[in-house]
C-alpha cells in the first residue's frame, strides 16, 4: 500500500448551519468524510464545466468548417457551370454572397 498523502493546507468554507449538517448527511450517505466529499464534489464539477466546454468548441469548430466546405462547395459548382471566365470584382463579390448565405444558414456571420 502506498505511503498516505498528509494534506497541510486548509481552506475554509463559510456556510450556515443547516448547510453544514446537509454536507455532513451527503458525506455520511456516500460513506466518506466531510472534507473528501466536498472536495470530490468540487472535483466533479470542475472536470464536468472542463469537458461541457472543450464539447462545446468541438462544436463550434465543426460548425466553422461545415460553413467554409459550403462556401467552398457553392464557389466550385458555380465556376463549374459557367461558360466563362469570370473577373477578380466579380468573384469577390460572389464570395461576399455566398459567405453571407453560410453565416445564415450556419449562423456563425462574421467569422
Excluded: W
Excluded at 7 to 33: G, P
Amino acid at each position: 500500500m502506498p505511503p498516505r498523502k498528509t494534506k497541510d493546507v486548509e481552506i475554509s468554507v463559510y456556510v450556515t448551519e443547516a448547510e453544514r449538517n446537509q454536507l455532513c448527511r451527503f458525506a455520511e450517505i456516500q460513506q466518506k468524510s466531510l472534507s473528501k466529499f466536498m472536495l470530490d464534489a468540487g472535483l466533479t464539477v470542475g472536470m464536468n464545466t472542463s469537458r461541457e466546454n472543450q464539447t462545446s468548441l468541438k462544436s463550434t469548430d465543426l460548425t466553422k468548417i461545415k460553413k467554409q466546405l459550403f462556401v467552398l462547395c457553392r464557389l466550385v459548382l458555380f465556376l463549374g457551370s459557367s461558360d466563362r471566365q469570370h473577373t477578380q470584382k466579380e468573384m469577390l463579390l460572389l464570395f461576399q454572397e455566398v459567405e453571407t448565405r453560410a453565416g445564415e444558414v450556419f449562423g456563425l456571420e462574421g467569422e
